[in-house]
C-alpha cells in the first residue's frame, strides 16, 4: 500500500513537497510515478523516478517539480515550486517493480496506486 502525503492549499507562485511511502514493502525495488487528476479530467503524469535516480517528466512541469528519492527513508518526494492555479488536482504516487520501460507516462505501467492527496492552488 502506497500513502501520499503533504497536499494542502498554497498560493500561486507557492511550494509544496509531496511525499509517497510504502506500508508493507521497501520502494527500494521500485519505480515512482506521480500522477494527477483533476475534477472532470483523465488522470495524467506528473513525474517518475527509476530505481537507479533516472526522472522524467513532461514540459508542463520541468523546471517547476523535481522527483527524488530516499532509500534510507524508503520515500520518494515531490518538490513542487512555482505552483499555478492549473496544478491543482489530486495527485497520486504509483509504483511499479523493476524497470519502469518506456511507458512510465501511462498508468497502466504501474502496479500499485495510493489513496492520493489534494493540492489546491489558489489566492
Known amino acids: 500500500q502506497l500513502v501520499e502525503s503533504g497536499g494542502g492549499m498554497v498560493q500561486p507562485g507557492g511550494s509544496l513537497r509531496l511525499s509517497c511511502a510504502a506500508s508493507g514493502f521497501t520502494l527500494d525495488y521500485y519505480a515512482i510515478g506521480w500522477f494527477r487528476q483533476a475534477p472532470g479530467k483523465e488522470r495524467e503524469f506528473v513525474s517518475a523516478i527509476t530505481i537507479n535516480g533516472g526522472t522524467f517528466a513532461p514540459d508542463s512541469v520541468k523546471g517547476r517539480f523535481t522527483i527524488s528519492r530516499d532509500n534510507q527513508k524508503d520515500a520518494v518526494y515531490l518538490q513542487m515550486n512555482m505552483l499555478k492555479p492549473e496544478d491543482t488536482a489530486v495527485y497520486y504516487c504509483?509504483?511499479?517493480?523493476?524497470?519502469?520501460?518506456?511507458?512510465?507516462?501511462?498508468?497502466?505501467?504501474?502496479?500499485?496506486w495510493g489513496q492520493g492527496t489534494l493540492v489546491t492552488v489558489s489566492s
Open positions: 504509483a509504483a511499479k517493480g523493476g524497470l519502469l520501460g518506456s511507458y512510465y507516462y501511462a498508468t497502466f505501467a504501474y502496479n500499485y
